[in-house]
């Protein structure tokens, strides 16, 4: 078979060769979300990974409080968030319901540090340029801060899928919640609220 390749490249006739089949989720990942444990083992993790850690931590502590896409993530500018009166409004991609949202004391603590740390840019996220994140630099943050806290191929709508499923299994309502991820459809909330262990918390009385 070597044979045949070499003479063919000499040919110029290279044999058509299938690209590798692509791996599904599923083969590397029980689940698509990660729980809130493993969501603040992330973020310990990224706190100590080196001169960004706390722009880092940042990043994942608002995908996942706000369940953002990655594509709203790095869109994310300071004229969308109040520190004053604690608020932050957010912009959905894929037609998606922008919403306000309010901030809790631990993201408040993390923007002011990041906006002393990358002062001068419009943007949240940025790099040592100033310059907005690429998508590809979160999905590498990511799953740099899921292999430091021994999860595997962790991605960042993973940590979008995690806003779902927690706030479902704390048993908000499903409209809630749809609004509060910018869902047009409530069949897309739904999976959460399918997930949520309460739903069958009575069926046995040991």
Known sequence: MALELVQASKMGKMPAIAPPKRVTNASVRSREYLTAAEVDKMLEAARGSGRHGRRDEALILLAYRHGLRVGELVALRWDAVDLEAGTI??????????????????????????????????????????????????????????????????????????????LASQGQDTRAIQGYLGHRAITSTAVYTALAPGRYREFWRD
Not at 111 to 116: G, P
Not at 132 to 151: D, E, N, Q, S
């Open 89 to 166: 409004h957010v912009n959905r991609i894929k037609n998606g319901t922008p919403g306000v949202h309010p901030l809790r004391g631990p993201e408040l603590r993390a923007l002011r540090q990041l906006r002393r740390d990358y002062a001068g840019t419009p943007y949240l996220f940025c790099s040592e340029r100033k310059g907005p994140l690429t998508t590809a630099t979160v999905r590498k943050i990511v799953a740099r801060a899921g292999r430091l806290a021994g999860i595997a191929n962790a991605h960042p709508h993973m940590l979008r899928h995690a806003t779902g499923y927690y």
